[in-house]
């Protein structure tokens, strides 16, 4: 059974920076495109991030382009989302997301595409 686990979420300032994981088990790592997506209060879940599996490729939501970066680890089989420079806006869940097989990059950031979803993590930043 394929599973997502979300971590590091939490409170920061204004301008601050976090980490946030996902670590996936029941499944091989590299055989899945990963996202993140995130909802906030009273608003639809929107796109923030993708890591494609079959060429590395990467994708970002314009509002987080040159703050949020994706990254891995193959031997954890953990996805992370650095954020700097987080803003008031930031504040969310930010969920996890996985798809098995050939994902083509105009489709990443569609969160009905994704197979497995994480439980999300809150993430606040304070003003």
């Known amino acids: 059974q394929v599973q997502l686990v979300e971590s590091g979420g939490g409170l920061v300032q204004t301008g601050g920076s976090l980490r946030i994981s996902c670590t996936i088990s029941g499944a091989t790592f590299t055989d899945y495109s990963m996202a993140w997506f995130r909802q906030a209060p009273g608003k639809e879940r929107e796109f923030v991030s993708a890591f494609r599996i079959s060429d590395r490729s990467t994708s970002y939501a314009d509002s987080v382009k040159g703050r949020f970066t994706i990254s891995g680890d193959n031997n954890k089989m953990t996805r992370h989302l650095q954020m700097n420079s987080l803003q008031p806006d930031d504040t969310a869940v930010y969920y996890c997301?996985?798809?098995?097989?050939?994902?083509?990059?105009?489709?990443?950031?569609?969160?009905?595409?994704?197979?497995?979803w994480g439980q999300g993590t809150q993430v606040t930043v304070s003003s």
């Open positions: 997301a996985a798809y098995r097989g050939r994902l083509v990059y105009s489709a990443l950031s569609t969160s009905t595409l994704y197979h497995y």
